[in-house]
């Protein structure tokens, strides 16, 4: 089944304890991306890929890390969280980042809680 | 700069009435428009697109989408609700700068009550 997987779901930790959340995908989609989600702003975008080992900032990347090590997987890292970061995070992938009519599919979601 | 809006944050309609979600868009050139259907505890499904083409888009779950370029907008549709289309639901454009990026910029979310 096509399909993008993050993990954990769900995570609470506390300020400045480092974390990851990865996210993988099996369509072999060159684009990756990852968003935030907030009540009252919806979806916001924090880094993307365009392809292996190429990243970029997008709307909201103070104090997120990402890397692109291999065309499945695009991990987000929180080096040192802080409650500003409670959010839900989304990843997404498509086909390209080329490719304006291009579907982007979205995993289930990270719930997270920094204390 | 390109924005969608969504300007009711929670629309309410009894089962088997027509629903209408309603999204307004700003962009320069060509809109691509997503919807995108988030249930609870569950992440987003994509629900329809816009290209280009006929303004009535059908998707999934028997929603549909009418694309208006007068008015800027692409309202989400469906001709009777059922209580499980209960959700939130997001429109989206494609966001185009020099062709480099694929960034999707969501409006505010609507969430959708159908009532039994």
């Known amino acids: 089944e096509a399909q993008v997987t993050q993990n954990p779901r769900y995570l609470i930790t506390v300020t400045g304890k480092k974390l990851t959340v990865t996210c993988s995908q099996n369509?072999?989609?060159?684009?990756m991306s990852w968003y935030r989600q907030d009540p009252g702003l919806g979806l916001r975008q924090i880094y993307y890929?365009?392809?292996?080992?190429?990243?970029d900032k997008g709307d909201v990347p103070e104090g997120y890390k990402v890397s692109r090590k291999e065309k499945r997987n695009f991990p987000l890292i929180l080096e040192s969280p802080s409650p500003n970061q409670t959010s839900l995070y989304f990843c997404?992938?498509?086909?390209?980042?080329?490719?304006?009519?291009?579907?982007?599919?979205f995993g289930p979601g990270t719930r997270l809680t920094v204390l | 700069a390109q924005s969608v809006a969504q300007p009711e944050d929670q629309v309410n309609v009894a089962e088997g009435n027509p629903l209408t979600v309603k999204c307004t868009y700003s962009?320069?050139?060509?809109?691509?428009l997503f919807w995108y259907v988030q249930y609870p505890n569950r992440g987003l499904q994509f629900l329809l697109k816009?290209?280009?083409?006929?303004?009535l888009v059908k998707g999934s779950y028997g929603f549909e989408a009418e694309f208006n370029k007068s008015q800027t907008s692409f309202h989400l549709k469906k001709p009777s609700a059922l209580v499980s289309d209960s959700a939130l639901y997001f429109c989206?454009?494609?966001?185009?700068?020099?062709?480099?990026?694929?960034?999707?910029?969501f409006g505010t979310g609507t969430l959708l009550a159908v009532q039994p």
């Open positions: 997404a992938s498509s086909s390209s980042g080329h490719q304006p009519t291009d579907t982007q599919y």
């Open positions: 369509m072999n989609h060159e684009y």
């Open positions: 890929s365009m392809n292996v080992e190429v990243t």
């Open positions: 962009v320069s050139g060509n809109p691509y």
């Open positions: 816009y290209i280009t083409g006929d303004n």
């Open positions: 989206a454009v494609r966001a185009l700068y020099g062709g480099a990026t694929n960034k999707l910029i």
